[in-house]
């Protein structure tokens, strides 16, 4: 097996040491796409190139337009270079959790774990035309605690695949995370190894409050470019569920959330991320505001 991981990259210094480092713990090779960055991303991911040489390619794309999808499949072809046979999709703000390291992600190992039906190896045994989905956490105000309650608790992150000529990304959609299968309406089904709470993905999409909330402002001014026709109450309620309390008809008035166990973190590492540093987003927010004038963001909280 050679299990590739394809990370995108826009403006991740204070994070991308940190995972990149991670990955390579699980992985045989990492593709990181630069797009765009004006931080610090481009000199660390240049460093871990020299630091992991030849386990780590580089791909760049410098035009400001975000087009993920073409993006993703940029990576998958630079992982059909490097012969891979199975393919990790690892978003530069997410890592595994420790304790699924020892024969957890490859090749089985018995007794490597002591969960309950642990047998590892869980990408070997994908099976074809399926995709690895391992729980996810998300991660709220610091590296302590992840969401227990609500829509941001009990969700499933597509993590890999077996690779397949017939597999790619396309379209002009956000947040797409799965191949599309030519010729098929149909996704890659779900396998599901594991159970929740047992580890999985942590996902540091909230652990600095100032950065979510700057993210989600560059998404709703990014839709609001690229699609002035799409209702901005829309715009608004999809993005606002991640930072208040409102939401669906079933998102709870109050969030609750439970500890991260000490067996699912990287001490070791952690010195290599950066939760306080300037969210890159907040400078761009306002630039684009600066140059399409107020009015083109009316209906959407971002000025």
């Not at 630069?34 to 020299?50: M, P, V, W, Y």
Request: glycine letters at 8%.
């Amino acid at each position: 097996m050679n299990l590739t991981a394809l990370m995108p990259v826009r403006n991740e210094a204070w994070v991308l040491s940190y995972s990149a480092r991670v990955a390579l713990r699980w992985v045989d090779n990492l593709v990181i796409l630069l797009h765009a960055c004006t931080d610090g991303s481009e000199r660390i991911a240049t460093d871990l190139a020299k630091e992991f040489w030849p386990r780590v390619t580089l791909l760049h794309v410098d035009g400001e337009k975000w087009d993920e999808m073409a993006h993703r499949q940029m990576m998958l072809v630079a992982a059909r270079d490097l012969k891979a046979t199975h393919i990790a999709i690892v978003d530069a703000d997410e890592v595994l959790t420790a304790n699924l390291l020892d024969g957890g992600m490859r090749e089985p190992t018995e007794g490597a774990r002591g969960l309950p039906g642990f047998e590892g190896g869980f990408c070997s045994r994908t099976p074809q035309g399926s995709i690895l989905q391992l729980p996810g956490y998300n991660l709220r105000n610091g590296l302590n605690r992840y969401h227990s309650n609500g829509m941001w608790s009990n969700r499933w992150f597509s993590l890999s695949f077996a690779d397949s000529p017939r597999l790619h990304w396309r379209s002009d959609s956000f947040h797409h995370r799965e191949p599309f299968i030519a010729g098929s309406k149909e996704l890659l089904r779900p396998y599901r190894p594991i159970r929740q709470g047992d580890g999985g993905i942590m996902h540091l999409w909230g652990a600095n409050e100032r950065r979510l909330r700057a993210k989600h402002r560059a998404y709703k001014i990014t839709e609001a470019l690229r699609w002035p026709e799409k209702p901005r109450a829309e715009i608004e309620t999809m993005y606002n569920w991640a930072t208040s309390g409102s939401g669906p008809a079933d998102c709870p008035a109050v969030w609750t959330f439970d500890k991260v166990p000490d067996s699912w973190r990287y001490p070791d590492l952690e010195g290599y991320l950066d939760l306080d540093a300037v969210p890159w987003q907040e400078a761009w927010c306002d630039r684009m505001i600066a140059e399409h004038g107020r009015e083109r963001f009316a209906g959407l909280s971002v000025c």
